[in-house]
């Protein structure tokens, strides 16, 4: 395969032919250098705001069907950055720090015009299994989410399936109105693909969920190339109220989607998000005045390497940040005190979640959760 370095690519068939045969917790393998990204997976939940509009907006929608058309496009809105950022910004899919417990993200969108500030709060709740809670706020448009999210991994032919463990809840606090509205969102499964050429992506398949608190869902059908619409990167996605359909929309989450038939304006093929919208990166603190457990000052070194092509630097700073860790969780067990979170409460079972869920049907009736822990 063109993607993989030369001498690299012993160590690619080996790492494939492990995961294959692995089952678990993916993100603890070492992989080969090329496919390493200096990037923690606590950034991720960043990506479920990178169109600050589109969030602060669902909260001016006039009803609950409107709010729930606004939500499902802030949703769909998503899914370029989720899914596709890193063969963007770096050629391919990469394979992400694994962060340690307790480690940080912490940055804002800023206020603009009549946009209030968002403010994002990610942590790692959980290092074996790897779990990842955040909270994410513009309190000004009464808007907020607070999810979390873990992956289970399988290996079946050339692709990685990825179930996504977890789900995330959306307070619309709706304009004019005091009574909070609920939205549950569910995730969809991933396959990662190309792995054989060295230049993974992720492709959705299955189904994911929108369930309002006021009675409405939202069902998102993923499809890649060859299914309903022949292109990669599809969906086909209905608001409705039990069985009767209010809107059908369908295209490309990379690309532009469209209402099918009847449409909010009454306008035909009305365009629903056209995903060439820029994104808008969070704004973090300068590195020098981050604290100790934010995410880019524990990995800066780390970082520095994979970007630099230092890989033994890299390496070795990675080995020094486990073994810190190992000793503290040593530690903690020694002195009887585990570790603490710092900004969320856990959840053995997320009543909120177990409600919405039962309109949809075919979920478990309870999975855990966590809360933003109340600020002082
Ligand atoms: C939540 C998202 C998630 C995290 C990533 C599976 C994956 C880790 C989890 C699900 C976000 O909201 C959305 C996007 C991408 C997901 C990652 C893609 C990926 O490949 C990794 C896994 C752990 C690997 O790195 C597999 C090894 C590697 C060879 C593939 C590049």
Redesign the pocket.
Known sequence: GAAVPKEQRQGWGQFLKSIATFSGD??SMT?PSF?LSPVS?TE??S?WCEHPEEFAAIAQGKDQIERMTLVLKWFIGTLKG??TARNTSMGS????LNPVLGELFLGKWPEKGSRGETTLVSEQVSHHPPVTAYHIENAKAGVSLEGH?A?K?SFSGRT?Q?K?VGHAILRVKPQGSSEEELYLLTLPN?L?EG?WYGS?Y?ELSGSSYIQSSAGLTATVNYAGKGYFSGKAHSFKATIGSGSNALYTIEGEWVGTSKFKGKSPSGKKDEVFWDASTPREELEVQAIDSQGPMESRNIWKHVADGIRSGDYEAASKDKSRIENEQRQKRKDEAAAGTPHQLEYFVHLDDDKEYAELAAHFGGKPANEDGYRRKPRA
């Open positions: 993916l993100s992989a496919i997976l991720y939940p990506y989720q899914y899919e990469k394979k992400p999210n992956q991994t990685i990825v996504q991933l990662i792995l993974p992720v």
